[in-house]
C-alpha cells in the first residue's frame, strides 16, 4: 500500500480547541456575523460573532449547573437548524462531547448511540423526538441519561436561567480543559456491516483540517463577506465540518430545516456558495430540464446544456473559440442567468460530496457559471482528505489531497 502525506501550511498550537475559533472571531473588530435566522416575520436577520458567543456562554453554564462534566457525552437529536450548531458549541463551551443523532433514527437507533456513547444528556428539537429519545432510553434502560432540553420547548430557556449560578471563571476553566489531542464528537456510522460505530474525532480534527482549508485558495470563497445556506444533516460529518469552516472564516451560514423550502430560501437569502450531495445538482439538472420541455423549450435547453459542456471543458483545455465564446453569451440571457437566479444569483461555487458527481454535470454547472468543488472524505476523515479548490480543479477528478493529510 502507497502512501501520500501533504505537510500542514499551518501548525495550530497544541492547547488550541474548537471553542478557539469563536473567541477569535468575536474579538474581531468587524464582528462579522455567523449565523442568520429567520424572524417572526420571516425575515432572515443576522446573528454576529458577539451575540452568537454570549448565547453559547450561557447556555454552557447551564450544561455546568445541570451537572454535565467535562468529558461528558451529549447528544443532539434534530433537523438542521440554527439551534443544533448553537448547541453543538455549547456542549464544547462546557467541555464535553457532541453526539450527533440523525433526526429520523428509531428508538432502538437511538437507544444504541446514547448508550454506547454513555451520554448523560441530550437535545430533542420538536415533543416527537423527545418522545423517541425518552423511549430509548425507557426501552434500553439507559439510566445515566439525567436530562433532555427540547429546543423548540423551554428547554435553551431553562438552561440560560440555570446557568447564572455559574462564574465566567468557572466557564473558562471548563472551556480551556481540552486540547487538540481531546475528543469533540463521536459520530455514528451507517452501520451497514452491524452495529453502527461511533467514529471518535478530535477538537484537532476539525480545527487543523479548517485552518490549512483556509490557507489554501478556499479561502477566496470561506470568508467574512461569503454566505452558505446548510441545508444537509448536520448529523452527516460533511456538514459538520463545513460548519464549523464556516465558523473558521467568518461566513455567515444559514439553515433550512425542510429541503421543500430551499428553492425560496435561496432566492431570498441569496448564498455565496453552497455544499451538498450529487443528488441535489442531478435535481436541479432534471428540474430545470423539465419545466423547459413542459414549456415547449426543451430543444433550446438541450443546447444551452452543451454549449455550456462544451465551455467548460474548452476553458479547461485552455482554448475557446469565437463561436464557442458567442453560443455562451447567447446561453447565459437565455437560459444561464435564469438557473443562476433560480438559486439565488450570487453562487459562484459549490461543494458536492458524499458520492460521486457525474463528469457532464460538472462541466454543466461549471458552464453556466458556478463552480463545483468535487472531494473526496470518510467519515474518520472530518470529511474531506481531497477536494478540488479554485486554484487547482480537474472536473471529473476529486481533486489533490489537502495540507495537514495523510
Known sequence: MREFSVPPLVIVPPETNITDLVLRQAAKSSNPSLF??????????DITATDFLADV?????????????????V???????????????AVWFAGAISVPIYETSSPSQVAWNLGDSGAVAAFAESPHHEDVIRQAATSEGLGSLAHVWQLEGAGLDELRAAGTSVSDDQLEERRNKASLTDVATIIYTSGTTGRPKGCELTHGNFVELS??????SLSG???????TIMFLPLAHVFARFISVLAVAGGVTVAHTPDIKHLLPDLQS?????????????????????????????GAIFHKAADTAIAYSRAKQSGSVGLGLRL????????????????????????VSGGGPLGERLGHFFQGIGMQILEGYGLTETTAPITVNTPSLIRIGTVGAPLPATR
Open 75 to 89: 447528544g443532539i437529536m434534530s433537523r438542521t437548524r440554527y439551534e443544533w450548531a448553537l448547541v453543538d458549541f
Open 221 to 227: 470563497i470561506v470568508h467574512e463577506h461569503a454566505r
Open 36 to 45: 442568520s435566522r429567520r424572524d417572526a416575520a420571516g425575515q432572515w436577520q
Open 269 to 297: 437569502y441569496r448564498p455565496t456558495f453552497i455544499l451538498a450531495v450529487p443528488r441535489v445538482f442531478e435535481k436541479v439538472y432534471n428540474s430545470a430540464l423539465t419545466k423547459a420541455e413542459d414549456g415547449g423549450k
Open 327 to 350: 453560443r455562451h453569451a447567447l446561453f447565459d440571457r437565455l437560459v444561464y442567468g435564469k438557473l443562476r437566479a433560480a438559486m439565488g444569483g450570487q453562487v459562484a461555487h459549490a
Open 211 to 216: 485552518e490549512n482549508a483556509l490557507a489554501t
Open 57 to 73: 456562554n450561557a447556555l454552557a453554564k447551564g450544561l455546568i449547573a445541570s451537572g454535565v462534566q467535562g468529558g461528558d457525552r
